[in-house]
C-alpha cells in the first residue's frame, strides 16, 4: 500500500463515477477508457458490484480500479477486463495496490456464488501479435501480470486472435459433410462431452478435469445457449456421406462481433480435415443467412490444427488474446 496512506477497499458506488471515470485511459495493455465503461455501464456489462476501487481514506480519491465483465443476465462476473492506477500511485506500490484489489473483488465473487465451488473470473489482456518486441506493451503489461499472479491468476494461456470478411471469398459447401439442425439439447450436450477426449481446447479439458465431462459439456451448452447472443437455430451436427455424425459447429455473436462460437470433430473422425469443412459451415451461414460483414474466432496458439484451417479459410491473425487464470 502507499506508504503513509490508510486505504479502503470496496466497491463502486455511482457516486465514485465522476472521480474513477478520469483514471480509466486505454493504454497498450488496458482496453478500458471512460467512453467505452460508460456504455459497458449502461449494458450492465459493467456494475459497481463488479468495479472495485482502492480509495485514500484521507483524500476519498481512488487510487486503483479493478473492473469485472459480465453478461447482462448474469449474477456474476465473467472476466476481468482491467486494473489501473492513479498517477499518484508509486511505480513501488502499484503492484501490491492492486494485487490487494484483484483479491478482494474475487474474494467477494467467491462469497457470492451460494455454497458453489467458483474459480476466480479469468483475466484477458488483448495485444498486438508481436507484443514482445513492443516495449511499451511489455511495460504496460509487467505490473500487471505480477499483480494478477499475487492475486492468484498465475497460468497463462496465449490465444490467437482471428478476423475474416467476405472479401476473403465464401466457401463452398462441402463435399464430404452435410449439415442438421438439432433440436435436442441432449444430442449437442453428449457432443460436448464426447470431444473433449484429446481435445486440444485448453479451458474446457481445464474445466472437465475438475467438475468433469458431463457437467462441464451441459456447462458448454448452457453457455452458448444462454449467454451468447447467437441464435440456437444457427447449430448444426456435421455428418458424413453414410450418414455418421462426425461432428458440430455453432455459428454465433457475442457483444462485438459475430463469431466461431464452438467447433468440434468426434476424437475417431479426426485427421481427415472435417474441422475446415465444419468451419466453412459456419462462415457460409454466418455470411449468407445471417448477413455478417466480419466473423471472428480465437484459438489456442497450440492448437496448429485449428489456426491452420482458419487461415485456409481466409481469417487473418490480427492480434493475441492472454488469458490469465487460477491454476
Known sequence: MPAGEVVTIRPLVESDLDAVLPLLVRDPASPLSAE?????????????????LAVDDASGAPLAVAVWWGSPTENAPGALDGVVTSPAVPDADRIDLAAAVLRAGQEAFAAGAEGQARRPPEYHVFVPGDWRDRPEVVAALQWRVEAARRAGLSDLLERLRYEWTPQAGIPEPS??????????????????????????????VLEAATVGAEAQARSDLEFYRDVMLGERSWWRVAKDADGVTVGFGFPSRNPGAH?????????E??????????LDEILRILALEVGAEMVRSDTDL?????????ERAGFVNFARRLVFSAP
Open 259 to 267: 463469431v466461431v462460437g464452438y467447433l468440434g470433430v468426434l476424437p
Open 302 to 310: 497450440a492448437n496448429v490444427p485449428m489456426a491452420a484451417a482458419m
Open 175 to 204: 463435399q464430404r459433410l452435410t449439415f442438421h439442425p438439432e433440436p435436442d439439447d441432449e444430442v449437442f450436450a453428449g457432443l460436448f462431452a464426447a470431444v473433449l477426449t484429446d481435445s486440444l481446447d485448453h479451458t474446457s
Open 36 to 52: 467505452s465503461y460508460k456504455e459497458k455501464f449502461d449494458l450492465r456489462q459493467y456494475r459497481p458490484e463488479w468495479t472495485w
Open 269 to 278: 473422425h479426426r485427421g481427415k480435415g472435417y474441422a475446415g469443412d465444419i
